[in-house]
């Protein structure tokens, strides 16, 4: 109200200010969302959840925050079906027009609601489409339980739009209560305040009372059990699995403290962990509170757990500070793999930490090589392009990288204080580059001058590749691996006692491309690598099978892709695979019968690389 009547007194100064704020705002290239006229600061949801339509049906109710003199609301949505909207009014709810726009490829629709000029709540009624891209359902035969089915969301980056219409941009933050109804028998989990003694009502109440970005706004709904590894800390899983997955993540409460001794207090009240099928299509999503887990960590060993430390990572970097935009997502995950590796390090030393570091760094070169130059830019320029294409080891690694060689330059100690101060002075904002820039600048550089130059800083954020003094990190212990691999490789005995999963990747993945078959064979009979239950040296030996042709895996690579729908698990071999005409083929029938089970991302990732003409 006050804006609006400054803008009446002072319309020129106020129209350069505007103009300055839809600048600020403008960023976002992958909303059609307005913040700086309307803001939509909390939600109510009413959703119920349709197994056999595959749909979520219900009403979205949005408090409005009006920036002047405005009349139109702009939302987004993807494949949704609008029923109805309405505006609230002394009347009670009253049905107002709307418009869909057209459709763009990788942003929807464009939803724009006549809000008049008084308003302030709407309501939009809709139903989500069974092919909706935030959403998986999987059939009770798809679960391990055979007997129920499962559906859960996954809204980043730019998902939510497809399960709720929404200002889709992590530039916004909101609270939300939601009401979900299910089949009975099911339980509800949202990225909210999860209840660990609920009844299996089918009816489920729901609150998030600190704001969030739209992305991580969560639901999943399934035959869950409930158990607790700690006061704070509870897995839910389907009941296969729940008891290894307590086990396996037991250190959880410890890497909670160790994150707070860093960094602060943990501000999210509860933190779950939610144990998805094998098809979830990540290794892990930092929904708040209930950070999404892949079982295909669960290795038996807690060798595989630095996903947990990532997830809870993003408690602070992430999900208390956000990236602006998509352009910036290094601002979360290269801040979340730096924080992950500083956890690890804390709660299981040095070596381990520098492992994990050492094959980020590798996997960074492999996708150097592999990318386009100007998308190894941390603030990667990606036009109106679908932001899933940034997620590659260029904002996770070369970020982290980045800090790491921040923390060398300024030591420890004072980036240590510099890393928490930033938590605190941004808690609850979404940030842009290049506000994350000026505060380095005021806060690090200046205040220890000499150290850093800004030109240095520039290089790293907006030039491609690395800077010629970027770390180079490197592992004692894989060192040894490879001392080792050079006398096997002419015929020496392997000593293989003591090693962590860590070390025989490193050892699998720099075995020689022109190994011999009697090699692998020999690997094969003495260490049962084509049966490996880790699903990660799994995947690293059968990603080298495909290129040495070593026909003795081909059941289990063909099971392996039938099972799992971790993305990174599975592209990097559809990706092998692809390279010849016969694979191809091969792999084109196995993905036929696998594609029912698979994440409509796997699906898109997949068919891009097996059918690159569409
Ligand atoms: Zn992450």
Redesign the pocket.
Known sequence: MLRTLFMNLCTSLVLISALASTQARAEDAHSYAKLDEVETPHLDLQLTVDFAQRELHGTATYTLVRHGDVDKLHMDTSELTIEKVELISEQGWQATSYKLGELHESLGRELVIDIGNVADQVRIHYRTAPTASGLQWLTPAQTAGKEHPFMFSQSQPIHARSWIPIQDTPALRLTYNARVITPAGLLAVMSADNSLSAERSGDYQFSMPQPIPPYLIAIAVGDLEIKSISDQVAVFAESYIVDDAVAEFADTPRMIEVTEELYGPYRWDRYDLLILPPSFPFG?M?NPRLSFITPTIISGDRSLINLIA??LA?SWS?NLVTNASWRDLWI??GF??YVENRIMEELFGKRRAQMELALGYQDLLADLERLDKEDTVLNIELGTRHPDDVFSQIP?VKGQLFLVYLEQQFGREVFDKFLRQYFDDFAFQSISTEQFKQYLSRELLAKHPDKVSQDKIDEWIHQPGLPEDAPKPESDAFEQVEKQMERWLKGAQLNTEGWTTHEWLHFINNLPRDISAVNMARLDSEYNLTNSQNAEIAHAWLKLSIIKKYEPARDRLRNYLLTIGRNKLVAPLYRELARTADNLKWAREVYQQAKSGYHPLTQSVTESLLYPDG
């Open positions: 892990g930092e990532h997830e993003h992430g979360n995950e979340t793999s996770y």
